[in-house]
């Protein structure tokens, strides 16, 4: 053994010095990592960059080589990443003090960008988090408590993540999805603001009842005005009949039953020929 060592030292030396360099040498980068090779502080090259709709196997995961002390490894999370807000203040438009809690769900994209930038994702999610607060309190400043209500809140919503991405971009990182958790009144104003949405409606109500009664009007001045006009061309084409036709009108409500149906205790006096009997004389 003394003397295998002895005439092939140098060798075996030799050997181990390339099995160790070649473990050095060799990274593996799952799918779910991106790995960006940096030397002397500047990206090479990446391996197993983000592709939009890649196939699986298709984006250049795997085993992978480097120049061991010479180039640096810096991996990267594929997957979605998440910023949260801390609660804060905002003041709508209606004047109201809203607590407000929103967080937002990124990607790297550009590693090369981001590794210039920031260095590291956890770097990119410290710098997004001030940015996203500055966002939400500008779009939710705009409104009033009563749209977040609404479907006025998703649109809010579109802005704000439109707007930080536009930020996230100089970082390599795409915003996919804002969302607010809560966007509460403080106790205490809660009730006062539903106080206050309760006598909106009814003033609301108050103002179609009032237009519904003035249509009403309207319509039926419109209808007695027509039936007038009626009246009146009829008497004009046949005057004759429509004296006729007023007096049975008349001789309805004299001596018909009433509206229960019963003709009731009526007495009514006067002379044969007095004129309202007029239609009764005539053959």
């Given at each position: 053994m003394g003397d295998l060592w002895h005439h092939y030292k140098t060798a075996i030396i030799a050997a181990g010095v390339a099995v160790i360099a070649l473990m050095l040498s060799v990274i593996i980068v799952p799918e779910n990592e991106q790995a960006v090779i940096v030397q002397a502080g500047r990206p090479v090259r990446v391996y197993n960059p983000f592709v939009p709709n890649?196939?699986?196997?298709?984006?250049?995961?795997?085993?992978?080589?480097?120049?061991?002390?010479?180039?640096?490894?810096?991996?990267?999370?594929?997957?979605?990443?998440?910023?949260?807000?801390?609660?804060?203040?905002?003041?709508?438009?209606?004047?109201?003090?809203?607590n407000v809690d929103a967080y937002a769900r990124y990607r790297i994209v550009d590693p090369v960008r981001m590794v210039r930038s920031a260095g590291t994702s956890e770097r990119v999610t410290e710098q997004l988090e001030p940015i996203l607060s500055s966002?939400?309190?500008?779009?939710?400043g705009k409104r009033t408590f009563q749209s977040l209500l609404t479907a006025e809140r998703g649109q809010a919503m579109a802005n704000i993540r439109d707007l930080l991405d536009r930020e996230a971009r100089q970082y390599g990182?795409?915003?996919?999805?804002?969302?607010?958790?809560?966007?509460?009144?403080?106790?205490?104003?809660?009730?006062?603001?539903?106080?206050?949405?309760?006598?909106?409606?009814?003033?609301?109500?108050?103002?179609?009842?009032?237009?519904?009664?003035?249509?009403?009007q309207i319509i039926r001045a419109d209808a007695e005005a027509q039936g007038a006009k009626i009246y009146a061309d009829s008497y004009g084409k046949d005057p004759a009949f429509y004296d006729f036709y007023?007096?049975?009108?008349?001789?309805?409500?004299?001596?018909?039953?009433?509206?229960?149906?019963?003709?009731?205790?009526?007495?009514?006096?006067?002379?044969?020929?007095?004129?309202?009997?007029?239609?009764?004389?005539e053959p």
């Open positions: 890649a196939a699986y196997g298709q984006t250049g995961a795997g085993v992978h080589l480097r120049i061991p002390l010479v180039e640096q490894v810096i991996r990267i999370d594929k997957r979605l990443l998440s910023v949260d807000m801390q609660q804060q203040q905002v003041l709508s438009t209606d004047q109201q003090r809203l966002v939400v309190r500008q779009e939710l990182a795409q915003i996919v999805d804002v969302r607010i958790k809560r966007a509460d009144l403080p106790e205490g104003a809660l009730a006062a603001a539903f106080v206050r949405m309760e006598a909106g409606r009814q003033e609301e109500a108050k103002t179609i009842a009032a237009k519904g009664q003035r249509d009403a007023r007096a049975m009108q008349s001789y309805s409500v004299a001596f018909g039953k009433d509206a229960a149906g019963q003709n009731g205790n009526k007495t009514i006096l006067l002379s044969p020929d007095n004129t309202y009997l007029k239609r009764f004389r």
